[in-house]
Structure formats: C-alpha cells, structure tokens
C-alpha cells in the first residue's frame, strides 16, 4: 500500500492503524505487511511511529486487565522499521 508524496500523512497513518488493530494473533503475513507499508510510507515515518506509541501503550493496558483478571492474552506488533 504505497501512497502518493501528496497523500496527506492522516490517511497513511489511519490505514495503518487499522491494519495495525487488525492484528491479533502472531501471523507473520500482516506483520510483514504493516513492516512493507512502513518501508513504502517513510515520509510518513513520524505518523506511523505515533499509530504505533499508542497502540503500544494501549495494549499495555489491556494486558495488564487481563492479567489482572488471570488471563494473559497474546498480542503482537511488528517491529518499527520506520
């Protein structure tokens, strides 16, 4: 998914992000495909880095309830390459 240089950087950032939320398990297809997006989407390093703070600190969250409840989910990102 590569953009054009005008593509405005929320757009970048709001697909990724949604790619990003749609992984859930550790599949190796979608996380090199969220790793090809990010090489492919450089000049929109800073927005993708900024999906990616918040979606860490936002499972963080979610892992420390779980784990709270007794229940310890699995969740991956990909690692940033931007």
Request: a negative charge; hydrophobic letters at 35%; proline letters at 5%.
């Given at each position: 998914?590569?953009?054009?240089?005008?593509?405005?950087?929320?757009?970048?950032?709001?697909?990724?992000?949604?790619?990003?939320?749609?992984?859930?398990?550790?599949?190796?297809?979608?996380?090199?495909n969220?790793?090809?997006?990010?090489?492919?989407?450089?000049?929109?390093?800073?927005?993708?880095?900024?999906?990616?703070?918040?979606?860490?600190?936002?499972?963080?969250?979610?892992?420390?309830?779980?784990?709270?409840?007794?229940?310890?989910?699995?969740?991956?990102?990909?690692?940033?390459?931007?």
């Open positions: 998914m590569s953009y054009p240089q005008e593509e405005h950087p929320a757009s970048v950032a709001e697909d990724y992000q949604e790619a990003l939320e749609g992984l859930t398990m550790n599949s190796r297809f979608e996380i090199n969220l790793t090809l997006i990010a090489r492919e989407n450089t000049e929109h390093a800073h927005a993708i880095s900024e999906i990616v703070q918040n979606h860490i600190k936002k499972v963080g969250l979610q892992q420390n309830r779980e784990r709270s409840k007794g229940r310890v989910g699995l969740v991956c990102l990909p690692a940033p390459t931007v």
